[in-house]
C-alpha cells in the first residue's frame, strides 16, 4: 500500500456530467484517487455527493465527462465494445437492493452461472462444480437451495448470491454500492463478515461506497470522503476517524450516532443542508456551512494537498493547523 | 418514580393478523409502561413488531381480519376496543404519531400550512387567520427558515428533513403528551438526522412531553432514550434502562444487536458477532422462544417452553432468557 506500487486502479480529474447544455449538473466534478491492489477503500458522503455515480463510472454503467481510469494500467474510458465487455470481467459491482439486482424467476445456479455462460470459461461438470463451489462460499448450500428461483430468497441471501455472481469471473475489483445498507443489523454483520473472509480468499480490491460511517470504517483501510461531486478529505481509516482534517469529515462523524449511551451526544451539528449540484457555490464547495469559511474559501478552490503520509486534505484552513495557532 | 401516574400502560397487548396462511402473531403479550416526559426507545430487526405494537398504541389497525387482545390506558383512555369516534378524541391531542416517510404522510397536493392548519381548525376548533398564524408559529418552532413563506410550499419543493420537520409540526399542533416517532430519521442523511433528534428531544423537553422512538439503528436510542424495549418475533426480550440494556444486557439476542453493529470508535477490520440465519416467520413460531434457534446458548428447555420477563437485578430491568448471559460487574453507582 505504500506509493511505491503500482495503483491497481487510477482515477484522475474524472467529471461526470448529466443534463443538456443549459441546465448542467455536474454530479462528479474533478476528483482523482488511487486503489492499492489488495487493499478496500470506503468511499462515504451524504446522498447527492456523487459517491455511487463515481462507482457507476468506473464501470461505464454512466459515462464519464472528462478524465481519465486506468485499471491494471490500461485507460478505460475510451474501450468500446468487446474490450469493454473484457475489461468488465475485471471489475464487477454490487448493488443496495438484492433484490431488484436479481431476476426473480431464475433459478439461484444459473443467475450465478450467467458470466460463465456468456464468457463460455467453463462448461459442463466443470461448471456445475463451479458454481457450487461459489454458492457454499457465501453459505448457500447448493444442493437444497440452488434450483430455488431466486424470489424465494430474503433480503440477506439474495445478497449472498449476488457476491457468488460477482466472483465467478474472479475479478480484482469489487465496487460495492451500499451493499448492506438494506439489511438489518444482524444480517449485515454475516455479509460484513462474509466479505471480508473473501476479500482475503480471493485476493479481492474493494471499492465500498455507503453512507454509514461506521460500517465504512470496519471495512476500509483508507477512506474518501465526498461533498457536492468533489473529494475533500482522503486519508487511512484510523488517522481520518481519529483526526480529521476538514471541517466537513469532522461534522459528518459528529453526526454518526454511536450504539454506545456513553458516547458523547453530538456538540456541533451542521445547520442547513447541502447546497444544490445544479448551482454549486464558488470556491470552497462546502464554504455555506462551514463555521471557518473566509473570503479566500469563496474566491479560491482549495485542491487535495497531501498534510501526512497518505492523508490528503482539500481546505484552505485544515483543523490542525487551525488549533496550532 | 412510581408516584407520578403513568402516561401509558400496555397490558398483555397481542396483535394477531389474521391471513389466508393463518394467523400471524405480529405482536405477542407486550406489557410496559411509560411515565410521563420520558423517551422510551423500542428496538428490533425489520419483522419484529415494533411498528405494528406502535401503531396498535395508537389503535390505527384496521378492523377487518386484525384481532386485539390486552389493554392500553393511555393518560386513563382505553384505546383497545374504542370506536373511531371516540378514538379521533385522542389523536392529536394526547397522542400524535410521525411516521418514516415523510413525503408519504403529507398530501402532495395541499400547502403544508393548510396542512397544519387543518388539525388546528377542526381539533381545536380555531378560526382561519388565528390558525394560520399558529401554523407558522409551528413551522418557525421545528426549525423551518423564513416560515411565513414555507406557508405556502408544496411538500415536494421541500427537501426530506425539511418535510420531516413539516410532519413534526403537523403532530404537535394539538400539543399531544406523547409523540409516537416510527423511525423519523431513517432514509435521512446524518447530518439531517442529527438535526432532527436534536430538534426532537428539545420539543419533548419544551412541551413536556412523552417520546417513544421506535427504530432499527441502535445508534439513535443510545443517546437519545431513558429507557429501551428491545423485540423479537414480536415479543419484548429485554426491557429496562438504557443502560442496563447496553452494558449490562443479559439476553443474547441484545448481545447480537449490540456486538453485531459496526461502530465508528472500532478498528479497521474488526470482526463483528455475527448470529446465524434470520427472524422467524411469524406464522409458524418455535414453541419455545422464538430466539432459541439461532441462539448459542439453547439447550432443550429453550426449544420446548417459552421463557418470560424475569428481573434482573437493577430495577426495572427485565429479561426473557432460560440460559441469560452472566452478571457482568455493575460500575458502583
Known sequence: MSDTTQPLLKVRDLTITFGSRRHQLSAVAGISFDIYEGETLGLVGESGCGKSTTGRALMRI??????????????????????????????????????????????????????LDCWKTVEGAEREALVDDLLSKVGIDPVAY???????????????????????????????DEMVSALDVSVQAQILNLLEDLKAEYGLTLLFIAHDLAVVKNVSDRVAVMYLGKICEIGPSDTLYESPEHPYTKFLL????????????????????PPSPLNPPSGCRFRTRCPNATDKCANEEPQLVQIATGHQVACHYPLSTLTRK | MSQKQK?????????????????????????????????????????????????????LQPRANVEVRGSVLLNGFEVVGASEKEKRSIWGLEVAMIFQDPMTSLNPVMRVGKQIDEILRVRLGMD???????????????????????????????SGGMRQRVVIATALAGSPKLLMADEPTTGLDVTIQAQILNLLEELKERMKMSVVLVTHDLGVVATRTSRIIVMYAGRIVEMGSTRDVFYHHRMPYTRALLEGSPKVSNPSHTRLLAIPGRPPNLLNLPKGC???PRCSFATDRCHEERPELEAAGAPDHTFACWNPLPVKERASA
Open chain 2, 290 to 292: 422464538s430466539f432459541a
Open chain 2, 128 to 158: 382561519r387567520p388565528a390558525a394560520k398564524a399558529k401554523a407558522i408559529e409551528l413551522l418557525d418552532l421545528v426549525g423551518i427558515p423564513s416560515p411565513a413563506e414555507r406557508y405556502d410550499v408544496f411538500p415536494g419543493e421541500l
Open chain 1, 62 to 115: 454512466v459515462e464519464p465527462s472528462s478524465g481519465t481510469i486506468e485499471l491494471e494500467g490500461i485507460e478505460i474510458t475510451t474501450k468500446k465494445g468487446k474490450d469493454l465487455r473484457n475489461l468488465r470481467t475485471r471489475m464487477q459491482m454490487i448493488f443496495q437492493d438484492p433484490i431488484s439486482s436479481l431476476n426473480p424467476r431464475r433459478r439461484v445456479k444459473d443467475i450465478v452461472a450467467e458470466p
Open chain 1, 254 to 273: 459528529g453526526a454518526a450516532l454511536e450504539a454506545d449511551p456513553g458516547s458523547p451526544v453530538h456538540g456541533e451539528v451542521l445547520s442547513g443542508e
Open chain 2, 7 to 59: 402516561l401509558l400502560v400496555v397490558k398483555d397487548l397481542a396483535t394477531t393478523f389474521h391471513t389466508p396462511s393463518g394467523p400471524l402473531a405480529a405482536v405477542g403479550g407486550v406489557s410496559f409502561e411509560l411515565e410521563q416526559n420520558e423517551t422510551l426507545g423500542i428496538v428490533g430487526e425489520s419483522g419484529s413488531g415494533k411498528t405494528v405494537l406502535s401503531r396498535t398504541i395508537m389503535g
Open chain 1, 146 to 176: 440452488g434450483e430455488r428461483y431466486a424470489r424465494q430468497f430474503s433480503g440477506g441471501q439474495c445478497q449472498r448470491i449476488s457476491i457468488a455472481r460477482s466472483l465467478a469471473m474472479r475479478p480484482k475489483l469489487l465496487i460495492c
